[in-house]
């Protein structure tokens, strides 16, 4: 919604306006205009600045209370950018299209690596099943829903279970999404992670199993990630085209 909202403003937003000049291009009231950029605004997408009524380079402003102009911040310049899909489906395409398969399963690794490495920072915990509901919690920011099913039995697995996939588009291809998702999850988590039920298999939901636990436990979560990540793949990837 809020993209949707920022998109609307167009390049008003982009050199900075005040709620007039934008609803003038917009071809609305003020307060509609007012109501948006609110909603905008708490979404960190624009910023707000005021003008001075006095002083050099107001001639002919009018004076009384202050004037602001809103412009898209950097998150914003960011959103309204956002045209990566597109690119994304190309590229795993072209993955999917290699024919060596030492080839595919290195890149699947290094994706789901380099894609633990950008959140990284945002998990804590001492144990795997710390990590996991610090990761679980990263994703319901990204409004993934997923939970992580609590213990029903004493040593039993933690299991995050998650009821949205974040690549639809590209799971529909194939499992090698999967696969880097999986190789994501034991980088970030410190253990092993098995993928018990799948969507794709009919299921309403994915499960990802972190197996091994007492042992993972005692072992490093980059020390593990690095030793596993080649194991890791090996039944989800894609094959390529013929």
């Known amino acids: 919604m809020e993209n949707t909202a920022a998109s609307g403003c167009g390049d008003g937003l982009t050199i900075g306006l005040g709620v007039g000049e934008l609803a ?8 509609a205009v007012r109501q948006r950029l609110d909603r905008l605004m708490q979404a960190g ?3 707000r600045a005021t ?14 209370r202050p004037s602001h102009v809103y412009s898209l911040t950097e998150k914003g310049r960011r959103t309204g950018g956002d045209n990566f899909r597109d690119l994304a489906f190309v590229l795993w395409q ?5 024919r060596e398969k030492a080839v595919r399963q290195g890149l699947i690794a290094r994706i789901g690596t380099a894609m633990a490495g950008m959140c990284r920072d945002d998990i804590s915990g001492e144990t795997p099943r710390q990590r996991l509901e610090s990761a679980a919690e990263l994703l319901r920011r990204r409004r993934i829903s997923c939970v992580v099913e609590p213990s029903t039995a004493a040593g039993s697995l933690p299991v995050l279970t998650s009821y949205t996939c974040p690549y639809p588009e590209l799971a ?3 499992r090698g999404i999967c696969a880097a998702e999986r190789v994501m999850l034991q980088s ?3 253990a092993a992670v098995r993928l018990s039920d799948c969507r794709l298999d009919g299921g ?12 993972a436990d005692a072992v490093g979560a ?7 990540v080649a194991d890791l793949v090996a039944d989800e990837l894609p094959k390529a085209s013929a």
């Open 94 to 98: 072209e993955i999917r299209g290699v």
């Open 222 to 228: 980059e020390a593990t990630g690095a030793d596993l």
């Open 172 to 174: 529909e291809q194939d």
């Open 45 to 47: 997408l624009v910023g």
């Open 51 to 64: 003008l001075s009524t006095s002083g050099p380079g107001t001639a002919g402003r009018p004076r009384g």
């Open 188 to 190: 970030l988590v410190g």
């Open 204 to 215: 309403s939901c994915c499960r990802f199993t972190v197996m091994d636990f007492d042992a």
């Open 24 to 31: 003038a291009r917009l071809g609305v009231t003020a307060t």
